[in-house]
Structure formats: structure tokens, C-alpha cells
């Protein structure tokens, strides 16, 4: 799927692309993302759980300081080529692409000898001894040859339990916010139930963190995508059958 400009400024709620400094396209099946070049002033992009095989369209985003890229296809370490122009850039998770090898400290020297500016790479904080040793230990590369980057590899496709999907999200910065969140239901035909209907249950999860309860929402939510009519349906039922349930249950607990 190719990322367009209808659906960048949806995304980051923007008029124009040239003013797009944040972007989240988190799991939303993407193989190009050459429109990146029309987005200079773009400072964070969420890109994690794709299918994007080159670097190349970010090279021209001199502003971008963080960019991720877990499970996507980048085939080979040349491809970081393409980061080495962007001075700004402190932050890159690149874990889990086929680039990574099966040398995890090769994989970080090399990184790290040519990108000596990261701060944390895949969610791990970069050392001045580290820097040090990848002078030695990793290897310079140079521009990814026609053969390397070619057409891409096949898209690939993850299959991701809600508990995946909610522990990728917070790692990422971009997580969907509340009202990307408000507007996915909407798309998919949900109301959030009001806390005078549900008192007690509003009152219960206030206890727990707001932020795990988001994340959770936000990988149901996403995995819905998936579902067709048959399968939305049996959601439907479950949740509303969960509802009765904790409805009952509330009555009980008022009575007592």
C-alpha cells in the first residue's frame, strides 16, 4: 500500500504536507512511503509494522530526530546510506527487519559507526564506549546498489494478538491519540458508553493506569480493522453480552 497525501494530512491533522512534523502510521500495511520526500519539516515518524524496503524517501526529512521502523523489510544495513545526511536524527528503532542479521552486536556496531549521532536505538540508550568500539568493530557502508534495493520483498504479513499490539504501541511515541482513537470507533460503528450509564465501572478503571488502559483500546481497536461482518458481529455480542454481565453485577454490589 502506498502512503498518500490524503492520508498523511488525515493522520497528522495537517493543511500541507511541507508543515506535517509528526506522523503515525503505525501497522497500516505500507510498501512506499516516497511521499516522504514532500515532508521536510517532519521531525518523528511512527512507521513500525510495515512492509517498507528502502530509506531512501526519508533522506530528504533533514528535520526527522526520530524514526521507527520494527518489522518491516529493510533488506540490508546499506540502506542506512540514506539516515547519514539527517544531522538531527538521535533516535531509530530499526529491531526485527531482515537487515538485522543474525549478529545482534555486528548489527548495533555497524549501526552505530554510522550513525554516531543516536542517543537510543532500538529502545536501548547509546554509550560513548559504544561509539567508541563501532569506530572499530562496525562497518562502513555505502550506497545500497539496484540489486539491494530492487522492487522490495513481498509484503509481509503479522499476525498480532491484542497483547502484541498493545505492547508495541507505547514504544512508539505517536500511540493513537484519544481522538484518532474516537475517530476509528466512529468508522466502526462504536459508542463509548457514557459514565453515567456505567457509574461504577468508570469509577474501577480510573484505578488502573490511563495509559495502559489507551494502549489497550488502541490494539483492539486496530485488530477490529481486520475483522469482516461475521466476525464483527461475534464481537458485537461478546461486548454485549460482557456489558449485561457488568451491569448485573453492579446492581448487585448497589443492593448489598
Known amino acids: 500500500m502506498k502512503l498518500t497525501r490524503k492520508m498523511v494530512l488525515s493522520r497528522a491533522k495537517a493543511s500541507e504536507l511541507h508543515s506535517v512534523r509528526k506522523l503515525n502510521c503505525w501497522g497500516s500495511r505500507l510498501t512506499d512511503i516516497s511521499i516522504c520526500r514532500e515532508m521536510p519539516?517532519?521531525?518523528?515518524?511512527?512507521?513500525?509494522?510495515?512492509?517498507?524496503?528502502?530509506?531512501?524517501?526519508?533522506?530528504?526529512?533533514?528535520?526527522?530526530?526520530?524514526l521507527y521502523l520494527r518489522r518491516n523489510c529493510i533488506p540490508s544495513l546499506a540502506e542506512l546510506f540514506y539516515l547519514k545526511g539527517l544531522p538531527c536524527l538521535r533516535v531509530l528503532w530499526l529491531a526485527e527487519n531482515p537487515c538485522c542479521g543474525a549478529c545482534p552486536h555486528l548489527y548495533r556496531m555497524t549501526v552505530l559507526r554510522n550513525l554516531p549521532h543516536l542517543q537510543k536505538l532500538d529502545n536501548q540508550a547509546v554509550t560513548e564506549e559504544e561509539v567508541s568500539r563501532a569506530l572499530v568493530e562496525g562497518e562502513e557502508v555505502t550506497a545500497p546498489s539496484r540489486e539491494d534495493s530492487g522492487d522490495g520483498p513481498p509484503e509481509l504479513s503479522y499476525t498480532l494478538s491484542a497483547e502484541d499490539a498493545a505492547a508495541e504501541m507505547p514504544r512508539d511515541p505517536l500511540s493513537l491519540g484519544e481522538e484518532e482513537t474516537s475517530s476509528i470507533q466512529g468508522q466502526l460503528g462504536l459508542k463509548r458508553p457514557s459514565r453515567d450509564q456505567f457509574?461504577?465501572?468508570?469509577?474501577?478503571?480510573?484505578?488502573?493506569?490511563?495509559?495502559?488502559?489507551?494502549?489497550?483500546?488502541?490494539?483492539?481497536?486496530?485488530?477490529?480493522?481486520e475483522l469482516d461482518s461475521e466476525g464483527l458481529e461475534a464481537v458485537h455480542q461478546r461486548v454485549v453480552s460482557r456489558l449485561q454481565a457488568l451491569r448485573k453485577q453492579e446492581l448487585q454490589e448497589a443492593t448489598e
Do not use: D, H, K
Open 199 to 225: 457509574p461504577s465501572f468508570s469509577q474501577r478503571a480510573a484505578t488502573s493506569s490511563r495509559r495502559n488502559r489507551s494502549n489497550i483500546l488502541t490494539a483492539v481497536l486496530l485488530l477490529l480493522r
Open 41 to 66: 519539516s517532519l521531525e518523528v515518524i511512527t512507521l513500525s509494522v510495515n512492509s517498507i524496503s528502502t530509506l531512501e524517501p526519508v533522506s530528504r526529512c533533514r528535520q526527522l530526530s526520530e
